[in-house]
């Protein structure tokens, strides 16, 4: 049976996302037919800016690559521009001759960049911005010439202005009407955005009218006359004064069109074997140019492509940021107010914050922010669903940060909200999408929760609290992506301003930090009390005051609590080798405590799971061992394979270096969990080149290669240092730990460390600088020196309450 055809013209972000909704409802139903204009699959236009600027590569934003396509069953016509449609004979014909037939259509051709009728708008070097070819051409001409203009001040002329300055170029903005993006901003807001952008170099002109562009001899742009003005010299020119819908082929073919293709609240047209989706679409009498519209629009259509019949689109509030790093600046909806509408601002133009909020019949109607839109998440939230804002207006305008402890009874944002309440707003993704996704695909970051549901790959606005959910879903193994912002939300300091304060001001203690700081939560929070227990420890030695309710319950009570509630014990296997008494005593400790599972591990460690809590002090005690720290942010094992000793590959001892590494670093605690590996030969075989410090040993002695990880996503160590000898190899391991013990982030791997600070700056700090290698790695050695072993402790009976049962009266 021949399944029904469906044809989708326009491979941009709405047709694309229409693709990915229908096939969640109705994998199978269709045999599916694409036609892109452009010779790129979908990528996501709104990052086009940070390409330009030189912060991403095209490659980065390509959200449905070739294979997805070919992966789904869907034929892919790229840089095939659609140009005739036979509604007679339901056929759509391509500008290269390519036809496809159709039983369901899809119109997503988008809109067209609208270009000013003025004398020299056709010279070499006039672009309008609208694609990725455009975005190529401006790439180009500004690695060869050095001076342009871009003719408007709205949203996408900003982003173009900006990206242009980034590369080198002398930019001119020209705007005709009193201020920036009029459409998103009042004049307040603008003229601080204006202030933060010229002191970055961009000249604007306002009020200024365009009325020629001056070409050369060779029909090369070069000047931009204005109607009461000197020329302004440019050797490129960027047309950003708007757009309009691509109602071309639509016209063409008699489809019902006003400003856009006219749909109905279902996406469908006037024939109604067509839908039509995205910034071609005139919906009510408004056509949307922003991407979280069309994503609404596209789940609508694709619920009634898949034949469910249920959707309904009713219009979108639109909200509008800046993709301009540094620049944080959020509106939405009627922020200009009017007759009935009351406003609350608050001004501080020294600081460069502005926040001003409208309010009507005790709901929140418009909001524009400059300087501090950390809140516009939420009261966009406010703004869509009308939420009464009575009870809240002596707070409001301080965000929902400040209305109540670290969130609400003391969760923060993340925890506090349903599964049903929507996270990302630009693509329509709730909590509860982002918590299934990060449980059942195995997700730990950020970008993986971005691949896998979209969520904070738009916009960026809510990374915040994807961040929180997945802190606290995925746990321990969570390895936040380094960035400066606050610690918490218990507080406005970075990590770097937490560890610096503490160290300039002699901090020994969790709450002597907290209280200097002036912590807004007088306690803290399950997120940052053991940061800055292990700041504390870290920066002051022998000197810094532990506490032990800080610490996650496995470094309590050092093992690792199991899902059941019983706890797995590691003891420490120096570089994987071990005696046959040392297996007598685990083999007679396994049969003594009646513990269920013995288990060798990839680390050459043998984990013996289910021991009950109350047992753990006598099987310390019994095995005599010290403690592996399985369970810790810490020195988890060095994994080595035999060597010279007994290998005829091995070209040095790697069972003795690994020994020797771990005994010297056994006790040390880290930002997060550190594993080593020691190869005897380049062949590998510990797997050195995914550790986050990994020995390789050569003829001539041993390379060292750092910031690696075998987790989900592994990641490859990069070489560090070539050195000669054995004492060589502990003093640069130790003195790269010790940089990462000083300045790396709590719960951040070595391989962010190092990708945050890079490379050569470890390399300058430990290779090239031999005495700052040496104070690092005596530094280390301080520290480490006299820390107890915590097994050893609670068989002595320190804390021993926490392992005795409770005895019933």
């Not at 709450?511 to 912590?519: R, T, V």
């Not at 810094?544 to 003891?571: C, L, M, Y």
Request: charge should be neutral.
């Amino acid at each position: 049976m021949r399944k029904d055809r469906l044809v989708v013209v326009g491979n941009g972000m709405a047709g694309a996302r229409t693709l990915e909704e229908l096939l969640k409802y109705a994998p199978e139903l269709y045999d599916i037919t694409v036609f892109g204009a452009e010779p790129l699959p979908n990528y996501n236009r709104i990052l086009r800016s940070p390409v330009l600027a030189g912060e991403q590569q095209i490659s980065e934003i390509i959200l449905n690559d070739v294979l997805w396509y070919e992966r789904h069953g869907i034929r892919l016509h790229l840089d095939s521009k659609v140009v005739r449609l036979d509604r007679a004979a339901r056929r759509v014909v391509s500008e290269n001759g390519t036809a496809a037939d159709y039983d369901r259509l899809l119109l997503a051709t988008g809109s067209k960049p609208v270009i000013l009728p003025i004398p020299g708008r056709e010279l070499e070097g006039v672009i309008a911005y609208r694609d990725a070819q455009d975005t190529h051409r401006m790439i180009a001409a500004a690695a060869r010439h050095g001076q342009a203009v871009v003719i408007g001040g709205g949203l996408l002329g900003l982003e173009a202005a900006n990206g242009l300055k980034a590369r080198g170029m002398q930019v001119t903005v020209v705007h005709l009407m009193p201020w920036l993006m009029e459409r998103q901003l009042d004049r307040a807001a603008a003229l601080l955005l204006q202030h933060s952008l010229e002191a970055r170099g961009i000249r604007f002109l306002l009020e200024a009218r365009t009325q020629a562009i001056l070409g050369d001899a060779h029909g090369q742009v070069c000047a931009v006359q204005l109607a009461d003005g000197e020329p302004l010299p440019a050797q490129l020119v960027v047309m950003a004064v708007g757009i309009r819908p691509n109602t071309e082929l639509a016209e063409a073919a008699r489809l019902h069109c006003d400003r856009g293709i006219v749909v109905n609240d279902t996406m469908q047209t006037f024939d109604p074997r067509i839908y039509a989706v995205g910034e071609c679409v005139s919906h009510r009498g408004i056509a949307y140019g922003l991407v979280a519209p069309l994503f609404e629009m596209a789940k609508v259509a694709a619920n009634h492509l898949a034949q469910y019949g249920i959707g309904r689109y009713c219009g979108s509030v639109p909200s509008t940021r800046l993709k301009v790093t540094g620049i944080d600046l959020f509106s939405a909806g009627d922020f200009q107010g009017g007759r009935g509408a009351e406003e609350i601002v608050l001004s501080d133009a020294a600081a460069g914050v502005y926040k001003k909020l409208v309010i009507r019949d005790d709901k929140l109607v418009g909001s524009v922010m400059y300087g501090d839109a950390a809140d516009g998440a939420w009261y966009f939230r406010l703004l869509r669903e009308g939420t009464n804002v009575a009870q809240l207006r002596p707070q409001l305008m301080f965000g929902d940060r400040n209305l109540g402890n670290a969130g609400y009874q003391g969760r923060d944002r993340a925890a506090a909200m349903t599964d049903a309440m929507e996270v990302c707003g630009c693509n329509g993704v709730c909590k509860g999408t982002i918590v299934k996704a990060i449980k059942e695909q195995g997700l730990f970051t950020l970008e993986e929760v971005r691949k896998y549901t979209k969520a904070s790959s738009s916009c960026g606005s809510c990374t915040g609290l994807v961040e929180q959910l997945l802190l606290s879903t995925a746990g321990g193994d969570y390895s936040p992506a380094p960035q400066a912002k606050p610690l918490c939300e218990c507080t406005e300091h970075t990590h770097e301003e937490v560890r610096r304060t503490i160290r300039e001001q002699h901090l020994l203690s969790a709450d002597a930090a907290m209280k200097m700081m002036a912590w807004q939560t007088p306690n803290g929070c399950a997120k940052c009390r053991p940061a800055l227990n292990y700041y504390v420890l870290s920066t002051w030695p022998r000197e810094a005051q532990d506490d032990p309710q800080s610490r996650f319950i496995n470094e309590r009570a050092h093992a690792n609590i199991q899902k059941n509630g019983t706890f797995s014990v590691v003891p420490r296997i120096w570089g994987g080798s071990s005696s046959a008494a040392e297996l007598r005593r685990i083999a007679d400790v396994v049969d003594k405590y009646q513990i269920p599972t013995v288990k060798i591990t990839g680390g050459q460690r043998i984990d013996l799971l289910g021991v009950k809590k109350e047992d753990l002090p006598a099987v310390w005690r019994d095995l005599d061992m010290p403690s592996g720290h399985a369970y810790a942010k810490a020195l988890r094992t060095v994994k080595t394979c035999v060597g010279s000793e007994w290998c005829r590959f091995g070209v040095q001892d790697s069972t003795r270096m690994g020994i020797e590494l771990e005994r010297a670093l056994w006790r040390m605690y880290a930002p997060h969990k550190v594993k080593l590996a020691v190869s005897g030969c380049p062949r590998n075989c510990a797997e050195a080149g995914i550790k986050d410090v990994g020995v390789i040993a050569v003829e001539s002695g041993w390379e060292i290669h750092v910031a690696g990880n075998g987790g989900i996503k592994t990641e490859v160590a990069q070489f560090f240092a070539k050195v000669d000898s054995r004492e060589d190899v502990l003093e640069h391991a130790g003195a790269f730990l010790q940089l990462y013990r000083e300045e790396g982030y709590y719960l951040e791997r070595t391989v962010h460390f190092v990708a945050r600070v890079g490379l050569e700056y470890c390399r300058a700090r430990v290779v090239g600088d031999r005495e700052g290698r040496k104070a690092l790695y005596q530094r280390l050695q301080f520290a480490i020196s006299e820390e107890p072993d915590p097994w050893k402790q609670r068989v002595a009976g320190v804390a021993r309450h926490e392992f005795e049962s409770l005895q019933g009266a």
